[in-house]
């Protein structure tokens, strides 16, 4: 009897492991789905229906104009969640369902902050920020991923920020490459006449940086950030 009794309890201890893995396997089954259906949610989000919640982290709301002046220094486009192309990371969909816990309702409104290149251009580098929008043109930071806010960026496509900057970046360059060409190559001894020399290759040279700016400008960008933070156009 002793070696049959045996045999039914190590019978029983496989017959409850087994049905433990079959209950993990169907929870592991329906988190997975309920995932999936929060990606979908966020990427055919179109419409903007604002959440009514309080408890929320007074650190990560953000107004209308910051997230605009946030754009315009980053050259980043805002827009719905609908237009965005890339992937959404598990610990973005983790931070929705952790949102979802603490309002208490299904969010069904989705906005992403992040480069043109990341978005399905009506005429048509880089990570987002998913938001969500609040009452009051306010918007709520679900999840940051990636570096696409660095001093890099923020630097590189500082010329681009208005007209006004894209002059001075010409203005600079030109007189940069100015200041660079050596005194000798204009004139000999004068100084007075060495500096009237390099006023005018100052003159020419902005001229030339000027002409070749609004070329590959009205070529290549075609928007200011001050105005391509919220479009759904490439150009």
């Not at 805002?78 to 992937?87: M, N, R, S, T």
């Given at each position: 009897?002793?070696?049959?009794t045996e045999?039914e309890?190590?019978?029983?201890?496989?017959?409850?492991?087994?049905?433990?893995?079959?209950q993990?396997h169907?929870?592991?089954?329906?988190?997975?789905?309920?995932?999936?259906?929060?990606?979908?949610?966020v990427?055919?989000?179109?419409k903007?229906?604002?959440?009514?919640?309080?408890?929320?982290?007074?650190q990560?709301?953000?107004?209308r104009?910051?997230?605009?002046?946030?754009?315009v220094?980053?050259?980043?486009?805002?827009?719905?969640?609908?237009?965005?192309?890339?992937?959404l990371p598990?610990q973005?969909?983790?931070a929705?369902?952790?949102?979802?816990?603490?309002?208490?309702e299904?969010?069904?409104s989705?906005?992403v902050?992040?480069?043109?290149?990341r978005f399905?251009?009506?005429?048509?580098?880089?990570?987002?920020?998913?938001?969500?929008p609040?009452?009051?043109d306010?918007?709520y930071?679900?999840?940051?991923?990636?570096?696409?806010l660095?001093?890099?960026?923020?630097?590189l496509?500082?010329p681009?920020?208005?007209?006004?900057?894209?002059?001075?970046s010409?203005f600079?360059?030109?007189?940069l490459?100015?200041?660079?060409?050596?005194?000798?190559?204009?004139?000999?001894?004068?100084?007075?006449?060495?500096?009237?020399?390099?006023?005018?290759?100052?003159?020419?040279s902005?001229?030339?940086?000027?002409?070749f700016?609004?070329?590959?400008w009205?070529?290549f960008?075609?928007?200011?950030s001050?105005q391509?933070?919220?479009?759904?156009?490439?150009n």
């Amino acid at each position: 009897m002793t070696p049959r009794t045996e045999r039914e309890r190590l019978e029983q201890v496989l017959i409850g492991q087994s049905e433990l893995m079959f209950q993990v396997h169907l929870w592991l089954a329906e988190e997975e789905k309920h995932d999936d259906l929060i990606r979908a949610l966020v990427l055919s989000s179109r419409k903007r229906v604002p959440v009514k919640a309080r408890g929320l982290d007074p650190q990560r709301i953000f107004d209308r104009e910051t997230i605009r002046e946030l754009c315009v220094k980053y050259r980043l486009r805002f827009l719905e969640g609908a237009l965005y192309k890339g992937e959404l990371p598990s610990q973005a969909v983790q931070a929705i369902r952790t949102l979802e816990r603490s309002v208490h309702e299904p969010v069904v409104s989705y906005m992403v902050m992040a480069p043109a290149a990341r978005f399905k251009l009506c005429d048509s580098e880089v990570d987002p920020l998913l938001f969500v929008p609040l009452d009051n043109d306010r918007y709520y930071l679900v999840h940051k991923w990636g570096n696409d806010l660095s001093r890099a960026r923020a630097l590189l496509y500082w010329p681009v920020r208005s007209v006004a900057h894209l002059a001075a970046s010409v203005f600079l360059l030109a007189l940069l490459f100015t200041c660079l060409i050596p005194g000798h190559w204009l004139a000999k001894g004068d100084d007075a006449f060495v500096f009237g020399q390099r006023s005018l290759l100052l003159f020419w040279s902005v001229m030339v940086f000027g002409g070749f700016t609004v070329f590959g400008w009205f070529a290549f960008f075609g928007q200011f950030s001050a105005q391509a933070w919220n479009s759904r156009y490439f150009n």
